[in-house]
Nanobody
């Protein structure tokens, strides 16, 4: 199974930026779609952004569109999430995920099923 390791979380003030990284032990033929999800205590895990690692096609949740950018470096087996103009409501544990069912970027964002998860990295935004 592909191992995913996130990094880059931390504490910032509102309006600040963070860049999360997710290093995969390998990108396989099933890793076409990679995703970032987030979760707050007591809430379900929700999709933030997805990317097709082959085509670069991306898809975003409405709440982050225009502020967050997902990208990948296939040579480094790494997916990034650049987060700008952060808001207190962006505070959450952020998880990187490999889609294991070959969902496209839209369907993958909308479901936590068929995911291989990393351990998560905490992002805290203060007002």
């Amino acid at each position: 199974q592909v191992q995913l390791v996130e990094s880059g979380g931390g504490s910032v003030q509102a309006g600040g930026s963070l860049n999360l990284s997710c290093v995969a032990s390998q990108f396989t033929y099933t890793s076409n779609t990679m995703a970032w999800f987030r979760q707050t205590p007591g809430e379900e895990r929700r999709g933030v952004a997805t990317i097709d690692t082959q085509t670069g096609l991306t898809y975003y949740a409405a709440s982050v569109k225009g502020r967050f950018t997902i990208s990948r470096d296939n040579a480094k087996n790494t997916v990034y999430l650049q987060m700008n103009s952060l808001k207190p409501e962006d505070t959450a544990m952020y998880y990187c995920a490999e889609d294991t069912c070959r969902f496209g970027v839209v369907r993958s964002l909308g479901t936590s099923e068929c995911k291989n998860w990393g351990q998560g990295t905490q992002v805290t935004v203060s007002s």
